[in-house]
T-cell receptor
Framework: RKEVEQDPGPFNVPEGATVAFNCTYS??????FFWYRQDCRKEPKLLMS???SGNEDGRFTAQLNRASQYISLLIRDSKLSDSATYLC??????????FGKGTRLHILP | GAVVSQHPSWVICKSGTSVKIECRSL??????MFWYRQFPKQSLMLMAT???????TYEQGVEKDKFLINHASLTLSTLTVTSAHPEDSSFYIC????WGGGLFNEQFFGPGTRLTVL
């Protein structure tokens, strides 16, 4: 099982819709998870940290499910500007940050 | 958030030449910086951890003699790709952790350097 695994997509979603994607992780001891956003040919930018109690920031909600070892990202009322690649980030057993391959999201007008 | 810069943002070089990439933390001190490489449609792959004042720690499969890392100060780390070849063409990104007393070890990324080796 890969340390951090994501569905690569692409997810093609009409503007205004709600979209959600998950990311599974293998290190059950990992304490830190993040969602990063990466635009084409740009560096990743932190979108949200993922807390055990869940985290909501405007239209974005991140949740952690330890029992099933996955984190999720929900985007409500999607905007054209939400089109990007979303990278799931966890920690491996050596306490190093591991990136998933990313999920590509295309918001359609 | 904290700012990390990289220079150059892109470089084209001939096969066999060496290329140096600089990574600077502009408004914080970073005892540890990270170097990643990202091929098209692939994830960021950690190459090495750069430690200020000591040797870098390389990930398995990364040649330390080919990718020279120097972290001479708390705000600057450099990556030198020696004798670059076309297969080294990639997007190189550095990052630094600004602990700032926070609970989570957020990393701040530089804008990346796109290397093309002809």
């Amino acid at each position: 099982r890969k340390e951090v695994e994501q569905d690569p997509g692409p997810f093609n979603v009409p503007e205004g819709a709600t979209v959600a994607f998950n990311c599974t992780y293998s290190n059950s001891a990992s304490q830190s998870f993040f969602w990063y956003r990466q635009d084409c040919r740009k560096e990743p930018k932190l979108l949200m940290s993922v807390y055990s109690s869940g985290n909501e920031d405007g239209r974005f909600t991140a949740q952690l499910n330890r029992a099933s070892q996955y984190i999720s990202l929900l985007i409500r009322d999607s905007k054209l500007s939400d089109s990007a690649t979303y990278l799931c980030v966890g920690m491996n057993r050596d306490d190093k940050i591991i990136f998933g391959k990313g999920t590509r999201l295309h918001i359609l007008p | 958030g904290a700012v990390v810069s990289q220079h150059p943002s892109w470089v084209i070089c001939k096969s066999g030449t060496s290329v140096k990439i600089e990574c600077r933390s502009l408004d914080f001190q970073a005892t540890t910086m990270f170097w990643y490489r990202q091929f098209p449609k692939q994830s960021l792959m950690l190459m090495a951890t750069s430690n200020e004042g000591s040797k870098a720690t390389y990930e398995q499969g990364v040649e330390k003699d080919k990718f020279l890392i120097n972290h001479a100060s708390l705000t600057l780390s450099t990556l030198t790709v020696t004798s670059a070849h076309p297969e080294d063409s990639s997007f190189y990104i550095c990052s630094a952790r600004d602990w700032g007393g926070g609970l989570f070890n957020e990393q701040f990324f530089g804008p990346g350097t796109r290397l093309t080796v002809l």
